[in-house]
């Protein structure tokens, strides 16, 4: 069966420091990759999309890179800030359907002053 | 720019009693729609999703049904309400076509008693 994979456990991290975030997956061969945040009570944000072919992508602080190798996506958050403290989730297009997603439980970010 | 509405933001129903939860995008045409529940410590679970007017995808069998009857409303239904029911119901939308980001409501918090 399908499986997504991200850390269960919260990541502590003190401002201005690199957050990284791990999303494995497996028994999948995604076209592409998305990473959003969450924030309690509230919907999902989208924040980066990267493609198989892409093996990096860069917005402003945020970073993803996509190996499909390893099947394994890496979401890094550089000189981290505490507004960035928040759920983030990795989803995935499950097989035969380029339409809906397939979401990991989340990793739960928490940076300190 | 695109817009989703979802109503109401809190709703505390008995156990038996129907279910009818709406969502309106504005600002686009012909998006695909979805619908999610997120229970207490779980991931985000996808219920149905639709890429047009009166098509409708179910991707978990249960006692809930959707309905498209404009092409910016979607529709979330139950006959008679169960426990299990209880979460955080999320409605999407994503523009036409595959691999595209989504985009969330503000969900509506269902406990049921």
């Known amino acids: 069966s399908q499986k997504i994979e991200q850390n269960s456990e919260a990541l502590n991290i003190q401002e201005g420091k690199t957050a990284t975030l791990t999303c494995n997956y497996t028994n999948y061969s995604p076209a592409y990759l998305q990473w959003y945040r969450q924030d309690p009570g509230r919907g999902p944000v989208f924040l980066l999309l990267i493609r198989e072919n892409e093996k990096e992508k860069r917005k402003e602080r945020l970073k993803v890179t996509f190996d499909t190798t390893l099947k394994q996506s890496l979401f890094h958050i550089t000189a981290s800030q505490p507004a960035d403290s928040a759920t983030y989730l990795c989803a995935l297009a499950p097989p035969n359907s380029g339409y809906a997603l397939n979401f990991g439980k989340g990793t739960s970010l928490l940076v300190t002053p | 720019s695109q817009t989703i509405h979802q109503w109401p933001a809190t709703l505390v129903q008995p156990v038996g009693s129907p279910l009818s939860l709406e969502c309106t995008v504005e600002g686009t045409s012909n998006p695909n729609l979805y619908w999610y529940r997120q229970a207490a410590g779980r991931g985000l679970q996808l219920l149905f999703y639709?890429?047009?007017?009166?098509?409708i995808s179910s991707e978990v069998p249960q006692n809930l049904s959707a309905s498209r009857p404009q092409d910016r409303q979607f529709i979330l239904s139950s006959k008679k309400l169960l426990l299990s029911d209880s979460g955080f119901y999320l409605c999407a939308w994503s523009p036409g076509g595959a691999g595209q980001p989504q985009h969330f409501g503000d969900g509506t918090r269902l406990s049921i008693l």
């Open positions: 639709s890429v047009g007017i009166g098509q």
